[in-house]
């Protein structure tokens, strides 16, 4: 989560939103890594990457964000009227939205499937993975 607030506070959001947004991005990112079968660290960076603009990284797990579908979002979200040019933090903002709603079916999965072998593995990765 730390890795993400260290990215939203320089994009101009408080301290109290970007830990807020750091760890509602690092609850999904583990979802979308449970449902794709893939490191939690490793989806975690790519959402930051797309939060940054390299919307690329994420069309691996069916997220896709164009330029389009981004000032599309931030209308439908209130953002802008029209054609407004968005700021970094609205576009930041509906960054997020497509994110999670291109998320949709991966919410979830890592408690659903916490007794598959995959996540059982992560988990003693994990445990073995931290300091004594």
Not at 56 to 84: D, H, P
Not at 93 to 113: F, H, N, P, V, Y
């Amino acid at each position: 989560a730390s890795t993400l607030q260290d990215t939203f506070v320089p994009l101009g959001f408080t301290r109290e939103a970007a830990t807020q947004l750091s760890t509602t991005m690092t609850k999904l990112a583990i979802d979308v890594a449970s449902f794709n079968n893939q490191q939690d660290a490793n989806v975690v960076r790519d959402f930051q990457s797309a939060i940054v603009g390299n919307h690329e990284t994420v069309r691996k797990y069916g997220i896709i964000i164009t330029e389009s579908r981004l000032k599309l979002e931030a209308m439908t979200l209130g953002l802008i009227k029209g054609n407004q040019q968005l700021t970094a933090q609205q576009k930041v903002q509906a960054r997020l939205s497509l994110i999670t709603k291109g998320s949709a079916d991966a919410i979830g999965d890592a408690e659903r499937t916490s007794g598959s072998f995959q996540n059982q593995m992560k988990a003693l990765n994990a445990e073995r993975a931290l300091p004594l």
